[in-house]
C-alpha cells in the first residue's frame, strides 16, 4: 500500500473559520498539532492571491515538488495564535517500502533547522515525544494517513486560470 500525502503540521491552536477561508481542513494530532493536507497547485495561487513573491528556505535539494511558498508563511500565521507560529511541511511518497520523505521546520518564515529533513526529525521539534515503542511518525498516527483528499481538484484549474 502507498503512503503519499503533503501537509503542513501546526502546534498549537489555530482560528478554524480563517484556516477554512483558505482551503484548510485541520486533522488533530496528537502533541497539540493539526495536520492541513496541501497540495503544490493550492499554495501557488495562495502565492498568487496573496500578492506574494519568494520562496521559504529548505533543504530539499531532490528535484521534486516540494511547496515552498513563501505564502504559506503568511497564511499559517493569519490561522495561528501564535505571532510566529511553528509548522513543518512533510511531504511523503511511498510504495510498496520504496519511496522518499520530505520535511522543513519553520517559525513564521524561518527554517530553524536546516539539517532536519526528515519527518521525524521535525515532529521532534514540533515536542513529539516517543515512548520507546513507537517513532514520532507513528506516535502521531502519520502511519494511518496514508493519501490526499480528494480535495484539490479545483486548485488545478485555478492555478491554469491565474497562469501559476
Avoid at 11 to 24: C, P, Q
Avoid at 109 to 135: F, M, P, R, S
Amino acid at each position: 500500500m502507498g503512503h503519499n500525502i503533503t501537509a503542513i503540521i501546526l502546534k498549537d491552536n489555530y482560528d478554524k473559520t480563517v484556516a477554512e477561508s483558505f482551503g484548510l481542513i485541520g486533522k488533530e494530532l496528537p502533541f497539540s498539532l493539526t495536520l492541513f493536507h496541501i497540495d503544490h497547485y493550492q499554495t501557488a495561487c495562495w502565492q498568487y492571491e496573496l500578492k506574494t513573491v519568494g520562496q521559504l528556505e529548505t533543504s530539499i535539494s531532490d528535484n521534486f515538488i516540494f511547496p515552498t511558498e513563501i505564502a504559506i508563511s503568511e497564511v499559517i500565521k493569519t490561522i495561528s495564535i501564535n505571532e510566529k507560529p511553528l509548522y513543518a511541511i512533510i511531504q511523503t511518497d511511498y510504495f510498496g517500502g520504496i519511496g522518499n520523505q520530505y520535511a522543513s521546520i519553520y517559525k513564521y518564515k524561518d527554517n530553524i533547522d536546516k539539517n532536519a529533513k526528515t519527518i521525524n526529525q521535525v515532529l521532534i521539534h514540533l515536542g513529539v515525544e516517543t515512548n520507546g515503542k513507537l517513532d514520532e511518525f507513528d506516535a502521531v498516527g502519520l502511519d494511518k494517513i496514508r493519501s490526499q483528499p480528494d480535495i484539490f481538484d479545483k486548485y488545478v484549474d485555478l492555478a491554469d486560470e491565474y497562469g501559476v
